[in-house]
């Protein structure tokens, strides 16, 4: 009983046979083979999976593939074009130290992309709250807040604030 | 500011350098074990026991075999054959791989369905049928040892009763005889709870039989791979997967924290289903299972006393533990130290006289406890000294910043010996309390306090001083299953003056690319950047007992510095030999190699290593090569001073941590920004169990929190805007004065936060509450004094 669906990833079209019970996260890395999203949880809490759908960011885990048909999907492997320039998320995330092992890491970006394009000159405030579906057990976020006010500065033109670590 | 003998282009110690391993994380090209993907790979998952403790009647399989794409189901009576349906703990117990008759917790594994895919394995599990019998189940750890309850391990022959060990430390007699005496003794019940560790990738592995070449290839979860790799030789060896037959793969981990070290059922079933079948075989655990199934952290109930002065001075102290370990003893422990680095609760303060003793019991929840960034217990022993300290603080009516200071072991007493006998290698406690008390204003802030107090607003300021000890350690006292916790580093320089280095430890996110390269950087002279450092295949990597208790700097990382000092006296012979001279006429700057008072006259570094291949002098072995196997003489004891404050709602007791500053003393650091990083990603795991986390089990030992949706992980939302600092007092042992600082925030933080908030709650009456501290906790115990009275 599979369902033909057409979907863009990352710029690609792809027409796939998927089981209506797909999980759309498990589409892009079972069957695309694109593993840089990953997998946290089992109840939509930790963000791991989150991708931009249409432009706006989701838990991929908790779309199936089938509600994705006929649209468009951004992963974390196209963020950046093929041999282009980082975004400039990727860049804040090290040059400030916003990642540890790595894990929480694409779905925090990918999450960031929406919010600094709904805002780009958020207040430390605002990114916790937007950045509240995403779970990282390493960073302690401090540094994931930098990274994005960072990322702010660069993509408004700004000079980007300095990124040696501060100290009391 | 910290003082760097290299150049950033060379990028030695205390360079911020920027991570070289973020390239593949930021664009989604990590390699972890979920991503490796195998021809021919079967999916593993797991039917788990809905009862904390029953019989098993019967596993119906019929059905699931029928499902498409099931090809095997696994039970305890098919391990059995092989004698694989139970394996050792890590701490000379056992485990069950699978049951063959008897389910000891909720979520324990019951049987494995093997699929050709994802979603055919959850079809096969959920088709698989268990008529179970249910039993009353032991979930109290203080009515374990009732001589009514059953005894649950009634596998042990022999076995009466649910006590596993008994363990002490110090002189009973005379800290007896103190607290008979003492003018002033304050006594608290703790309970620190079951927490779970939580890294945002669960476990798992691929198990990769050859049966052509009989040959294991094991890509897993594991901050330990070569202890793994033993492990499963001596587990299996019978069936022929003998040490050389086994490789251990640890790729990318999305997070460890000791929750990546223990052997879970899961692996050896994998292991074995691939043993049988000559197929790849993968299981990676869903966040459930994580949760309900793995071993969880903490879980020690302990009795804290302290004995003093009048005027504040601290006597002595007396700990009585009563530790639940589930159902079996599968710590991660050093296995002479059953509980531990617990005796390190004597603390930062100069006295002499202590008695600490433990009881451990089975119960039917999860086995464990997992060493979770702690260093084996430590969160534990500096929970229970410094709320305890803070209580004795208040009795004797003095500012507990006051007699903390009073108390410390004074900077130039160190080395210092504990109670227990740890030689502490260095420290300056006073300074790091000083600092953090500057960096808030203490006074000012007490000030505060006390006009808030008259107008009956609740705040809170809280410290913590703490003494951790890390960096196992010793082969004198310290093995994991008879293997010493020594580690080791191998450094290879190619003849363009690039270098490889491999390492006995795994990171699972501490930056090991990046700071091991710096600590080579800082004694060769090579920058960081040209050298690339693997860590985690054990068919390449030098043995090393793997990443937890903040031992890789203290043991690799000292490792790494002296193959690169070996090294360099070799580079020293060949700069001699290139410039006719002798090697006493020779200065080392970083980097390069020059004739005293002719410094034009050099070798670089470069030069000297391209030498070592081209033109090495006759007689010298070719190359440029060293291996170290560092057996650390002590272990070290990074210490720090945090101050929290707190600000409580008089009406719905939110609590509101409205600063808290971080004073870290790890020795000499390697890279600053990391060392930040760790710092606040501890810390954030430091308040998690102080206000949000908590594993809970009801009475018929159902996990009343088993997912996300329940168990609260801190978000960037609960996680407050911390403020770091340090000082430095380089270990005096450690080849490069470091010490490690990944588990101190986690330690120190819970105590800071805890005694924050009893300090915004004693103009009650209030001296002690069990974290985590939620705001219907503190409603709780205003209610009972009677606060809501008047309103």
Known sequence: ??????????????????????????????????????????????????????????????????QADGKSITTIEGLAPEGGPLHPLQEGFKENHGLHCGFCTPGMIMRCVELLEHNNNPTEEEIRWGISGNLCRCTGYNNIVKAVQWAGAKMRGEETPSTEPEFV | MIQCKTSKAIGGMGHSLKRKEDARF????????????????????????????????????????????????????????????????????????LPTDTVMYQSQEVAAVIATTKYAARDGREAVTVEYEPMKPVIDPFKSLDPAAPVLRSDKEGKKDNHIWNWKVGDKEKTDALFETADVVVKEQMHIPRIHVASIETCGCVADYDKVNNHLTMYMTTQAPHAIRTVIALVAGHVGLTEEKVRVIAPDIGGGFGGKVPVYPGYVIAIAVSFLVG??????????????????????????????TKDGKILGTRFKILADHGYTDASANPSKFPTGMFSIATGSYDYGTTYMECDAVYTNKPPGGVAYRCSFRVTEAVHAIERITDRFAFEVGKDPADLRMQNFIKKEDFPWKSPTGWIYDSGDYHAGLQKAMDALNYNDLRREQAEKRAKGELMGIGISTFTEIVGAGPSKDFD??????????????????????????????????????????????????????????TDTAPYG???????????????????????????????????????????????KFFVKGAPEKAKTIQEIVFAAYTNHPQGMEAGFEATHYYDPPNLTFP??????????????????????????????????????????????????PAMYEELIYDESGNILNGTFMDYLVPTAVESPSWETGHTVTPSPH??????????????????????????????????????????????????????????
């Not at chain 2, 797991?46 to 098993?56: C, L």
């Not at chain 2, 690169?564 to 070799?570: F, H, N, S, V």
């Not at chain 2, 101050?643 to 650091?669: H, L, M, Q, S, W």
């Not at chain 2, 490690?740 to 002690?768: K, M, Q, R, W, Y």
């Open chain 1, 1 to 66: 009983m599979n369902k033909t669906i057409n979907i863009t990833v990352n710029g690609t079209k792809h027409t796939l046979e998927v089981e209506p019970r797909l999980l759309l996260v498990h589409m892009i890395r079972e069957v695309l083979n694109m593993t840089g999203t990953h997998i946290g949880c089992d109840t939509s809490s930790c963000g791991a999976c989150t991708i931009l759908l249409d432009g706006k960011s989701i838990k991929s885990c908790t779309v199936l593939a089938v």
């Open chain 2, 26 to 97: 930021i664009q989604g090209k990590g390699n972890y074990v979920d991503d490796v993907k195998l021809p021919g790979m079967l999916y593993m998952d797991i039917v788990r026991s809905p009862y904390a403790y029953a019989k098993i009647k019967k596993i119906n399989i019929e059905e699931a075999l029928k499902v498409p794409g099931v090809v095997a189901v696994v039970t305890g009576r098919d391990l059995e054959k092989y004698n694989l349906h139970w394996m050792p703990t890590l701490m000379s117990d056992t485990q069950m791989v």
């Open chain 2, 279 to 308: 197929k790849p075989v993968k299981w990676i655990e869903d966040r459930s299972e994580n949760l309900q199934a793995d071993s969880f952290a903490r879980d020690y109930h302990i009795t804290a006393e302290m004995a003093g």
């Open chain 2, 480 to 537: 994991i299953l008879g293997i010493k916790m020594f580690d080791s580093a191998e450094i290879r320089v190619h003849p363009t003056g690039k270098a490889i280095a491999r390492f006995g430890t795994k990171s699972q996110g501490q930056g090991h690319e990046t700071t091991y390269a710096q600590i080579i950087a800082e004694e060769l002279g090579i920058p960081a950047e040209n050298i690339a450092i693997e860590e985690g295949d």
């Open chain 2, 545 to 591: 007992l793997g990443t937890y208790a903040s031992r890789s700097t203290p043991t690799a990382g000292a490792a790494a510095a002296i193959a690169a000092r070996k090294l360099r006296d070799k580079a020293r012979k060949i700069a001699a030999y290139l410039l006719e001279v002798s090697e006493d006429d020779l200065e080392w700057e970083p980097g």
């Open chain 2, 639 to 688: 210490s720090g001073a945090y101050i929290c404050v707190v600000d409580i709602d008089r009406e719905t007791c939110e609590i509101k941590v409205r600063r808290f500053v971080a004073i870290d003393d790890c020795g000499n650091i390697i890279n600053p920004m990391i060392v930040q990083g760790q710092v606040h990603g501890g810390l954030t795991q430091g308040i998690a």
């Open chain 2, 734 to 791: 450690h080849p490069i004065g470091a010490k490690g600082v990944g588990e101190s925030p986690t330690v120190g933080a819970p105590p800071a936060i805890a005694n924050a908030i009893v300090d915004a709650l004693t103009p009650f009456g209030i001296t002690h509450l069990d974290i985590p501290i939620t705001p219907y906790k503190i409603f709780k115990a205003l209610k009972e004094k009677g606060a809501f009275e008047n309103a």
